[in-house]
């Protein structure tokens, strides 16, 4: 399981423009970090290159398990970790019930790990209707199911909670919590302050 | 960005090279259409033998252009390099060229020698793939706004023909012997009368070091025009 | 209420998480207007429109059913692919897909395998009477259905690939028949030879083993390039 994500000398650009240069960081089990930044300061970027989806330019990427083990980079992101974006990633024309089924079987747990989703979310008066039905708060908190129906270490957040009114913040901030406690690791790019303690890295990006 | 170092190192080797390679190009060229004027008619065919002097060249460096297209690709998706990158946008544009006047040519060619325009001979099928597949390269880089992504899907596209374009050629080759048609004078086919070597090989020398100008001036002319965005780009985030 | 982390992951498996992609692919592509009906819609479109450009005479039509068959196979194969991962892409769902037990190779071979279920199959199913239609001889039905099915998954693999590098570009249909139907050129050859084979008394045999190589071949290509092209418009 990751017990540590460490970041070392990090530079990631798009195009023509460098986000970053030389970042370290390194988070632990039990350990929240919020990403904050001006918008195009590569916070997603780094979300992104974390998640494996996005090449830096330099740098490295390593996960280590509790004994300080290195862990296989495609393991330790094609098995325990979740990237959660701008984009709920649902397809409009299936119902909430299949999209959060194959979302949480696809990520590698069992039907009963949807249970558990649906009842931290409120999902149950969702599950017949077809996405395209649904409010940008409701597919959020479906596709934060996948979080809960399919337990994996790391949490990469990217603007969670935007689309989500106050109670449903709330859940998820506890659902966070539960999270830290099981000694997950969170790295979350938010706009407002996480309602728990958390280190903030700051990627700054005044153009 | 674009690991100046070795372009820069290129710029300055092939500066020289280029207009070297450029006169010796014309030179052969003017040889070499010296000679398919000198030497005698064909027997069978007359005059027009001589358009092979233009055809078969064309249809060699067209192939051979789609192979430094698709080696060059290879380059640049595994080692990420920009120049290799420039290098193979760079090849597609005269590789086409080549391959147009090659089917052009043979065109022109058949209309005395079968009385058509164009024939379904499995060369000159063979040609006219390779030109679709220039196409469908030069398309898809055309198509995608980002331009590294659309150099790299071109990449692999590039390498994807190289790999295909043998099994395609087979295909063709299998699909004539099926048809059987009637044994045409096939361009460019085995006992060509020995007079016709020194025009020949001339041109076919002459198209190789010609199409090697078109692509160094066409990698020169790439590598430039990235530095110019990259300079506007820098000057962007200064300004 | 279970604590995540805590939990010991218990990984679904790869046949799992092939069969959970594979389901939801088919689902998607019958869900999204029907898209083998329409494929078949629009071959059936084609055979009817060909003997009225070239004239209903069975001594015109007859040598060339087989052709135009696989003529027709080729173009409609290329109807829904444009929808295979644009769509992902613009949903986000590529992502998560890119974060699975199974690599992005697999998941570019599961796509054509379901390109091939959803499209392929019912094509392969209409072909033999589209074929008779156009006058080609009943004792060729066997055969034309089953070169049919094979070049089929040649078809869906070399696809889903064009699909994959046309990701991002503008007019990515009409692209992706620019880009696929060259290397559509194998199977349209060796599945077509083998009908004239056979029609010709021949064995249709080696016809038919080069196209089961070919579609191993554009299988492997499909899988690594597909997936490089996939990431690449993922970065």
């Known amino acids: 399981m990751i017990h540590t994500l460490s970041i070392s000398e990090l530079t990631v650009s798009r195009g023509e423009r460098l986000l970053?240069?030389?970042?370290?960081?390194?988070?632990?089990?039990?350990?929240?970090?919020?990403?904050?930044?001006?918008?195009?300061?590569?916070?997603?970027?780094?979300?992104?290159?974390?998640?494996?989806?996005?090449?830096?330019?330099?740098?490295?990427?390593?996960?280590?398990?509790?004994?300080?083990?290195?862990?296989?980079?495609?393991?330790?992101?094609?098995?325990?970790?979740?990237?959660?974006?701008?984009?709920?990633?649902?397809?409009?024309?299936?119902?909430?019930?299949?999209?959060?089924?194959?979302?949480?079987?696809?990520?590698?747990?069992?039907?009963?790990?949807?249970?558990?989703?649906?009842?931290?979310?409120?999902?149950?008066?969702?599950?017949?209707?077809?996405?395209?039905?649904?409010?940008?708060?409701?597919?959020?908190?479906?596709?934060?199911?996948?979080?809960?129906?399919?337990?994996?270490?790391?949490?990469?957040?990217?603007?969670?909670?935007?689309?989500?009114?106050?109670?449903?913040?709330?859940?998820?901030?506890?659902?966070?919590?539960?999270?830290?406690?099981?000694?997950?690791?969170?790295?979350?790019?938010?706009?407002?302050?996480?309602?728990?303690?958390?280190?903030?890295?700051?990627?700054?990006?005044?153009? | 960005m674009f690991g100046l170092s070795n372009p820069q190192r290129f710029m300055a080797f092939t500066g020289p090279l280029t207009p070297v390679l450029w006169a010796v190009a014309a030179v052969l060229l003017a040889v070499g259409t010296w000679l398919s004027f000198s030497v005698p008619a064909d027997y069978q065919q007359g005059d027009t033998v001589r358009i092979m002097f233009v055809h078969v060249p064309a249809a060699v460096w067209g192939l051979g252009a789609y192979s430094a297209l698709g080696v060059s690709s290879f380059?640049?998706?595994?080692?990420?390099?920009?120049?290799?990158?420039?290098?193979?946008?760079?090849?597609?544009?005269?590789?086409?060229?080549?391959?147009?006047?090659?089917?052009?040519?043979?065109?022109?060619?058949?209309?005395?020698?079968?009385g058509t325009w164009w024939v379904w001979d499995a060369r000159l099928t063979s040609v006219l793939v390779l030109f679709l597949f220039y196409l469908g390269y030069m398309a898809l880089r055309a198509s995608i706004d980002d331009e590294q992504k659309g150099a790299r899907a071109a990449a692999v596209l590039g390498l994807v023909g190289l790999i295909n374009l043998p099994i395609v050629k087979f295909s063709v080759d299998w699909w004539n012997t099926l048809h059987q048609p009637a044994s045409f004078l096939t361009p460019g086919s085995s006992g060509l009368d020995p007079v016709y070597l020194p025009p020949f090989l001339t041109m076919l020398a002459a198209y190789g070091v010609l199409f090697a100008a078109l692509w160094l001036t066409a990698i020169r002319t790439e590598i430039r025009r990235r530095r110019v965005l990259t300079l506007r780009a820098r000057k962007a985030l200064e300004a | 209420m279970s604590r995540p982390v805590d939990a010991e992951p218990r990984p679904p498996g790869l046949r799992g998480a092939t069969r959970v992609l594979l389901e939801r692919e088919l689902d998607l592509a019958w869900s999204g207007g029907g898209g083998p009906l329409l494929a078949c819609g629009f071959f059936a479109c084609l055979t009817a429109v060909l003997p009225l450009a070239v004239g209903g005479d069975p001594r015109t039509l007859s040598p060339v059913a087989g052709g135009i068959a696989w003529l027709a196979l080729a173009l409609a194969s290329l109807l829904s692919l444009e929808r295979l991962f644009e769509r992902d892409l613009e949903d986000g769902a590529l992502d998560l897909l890119a974060l699975g037990h199974l690599p992005l190779e697999s998941v570019v071979l599961i796509k054509a395998l379901a390109q091939?279920?959803?499209?392929?199959?019912?094509?392969?199913?209409?072909?033999?009477?589209?074929?008779?239609?156009?006058?080609?001889?009943?004792?060729?039905?066997?055969?034309?259905?089953?070169?049919a099915l094979i070049g089929g998954a040649g078809f869906a693999c070399t696809g889903t690939l064009g699909a994959a590098l046309a990701l991002g570009a503008k007019r990515g249909g009409l692209l992706i028949a620019v880009v696929v139907l060259p290397l559509f050129i194998p199977p349209v050859v060796f599945g077509a030879g083998a009908l004239e084979r056979a029609a010709s008394g021949q064995s249709p045999a080696p016809a038919l083993a080069f196209l089961g190589a070919y579609v191993l071949f554009a299988g492997v290509i499909a899988a690594f390039a597909g997936a490089a092209a996939v990431r690449n418009a993922q970065g």
Do not use: Y
């Open chain 3, 116 to 147: 091939w279920i959803a499209v392929g199959l019912p094509l392969a199913l209409t072909a033999p009477v589209a074929a008779l239609a156009l006058g080609l001889p009943p004792a060729l039905v066997p055969l034309t259905a089953l070169s």
């Open chain 2, 75 to 114: 380059f640049a998706l595994v080692f990420r390099h920009a120049l290799a990158d420039a290098a193979a946008r760079a090849a597609a544009l005269p590789g086409a060229a080549f391959t147009a006047l090659a089917l052009f040519t043979g065109s022109l060619w058949g209309q005395p020698m079968w």
């Open chain 1, 20 to 207: 970053f240069q030389g970042l370290d960081l390194r988070i632990q089990a039990g350990e929240a970090v919020v990403l904050t930044g001006a918008n195009g300061a590569g916070k997603t970027s780094l979300l992104r290159t974390i998640a494996g989806l996005l090449r830096p330019d330099a740098g490295e990427v390593a996960f280590h398990d509790g004994d300080g083990n290195p862990l296989d980079e495609r393991l330790a992101r094609g098995r325990e970790t979740h990237f959660l974006g701008h984009q709920d990633g649902l397809k409009i024309s299936r119902t909430a019930r299949e999209e959060l089924g194959f979302q949480c079987d696809w990520l590698g747990h069992v039907q009963c790990g949807m249970d558990d989703a649906v009842q931290a979310f409120g999902l149950a008066p969702l599950l017949d209707l077809e996405v395209r039905r649904l409010s940008a708060g409701q597919r959020r908190r479906l596709a934060m199911g996948r979080l809960v129906g399919s337990p994996r270490a790391l949490w990469l957040l990217d603007e969670p909670m935007a689309p989500l009114d106050a109670r449903w913040r709330a859940v998820f901030a506890d659902q966070m919590r539960r999270h830290l406690d099981a000694d997950g690791l969170i790295l979350a790019a938010v706009h407002d302050p996480l309602p728990l303690p958390a280190r903030t890295l700051d990627l700054g990006g005044l153009t």
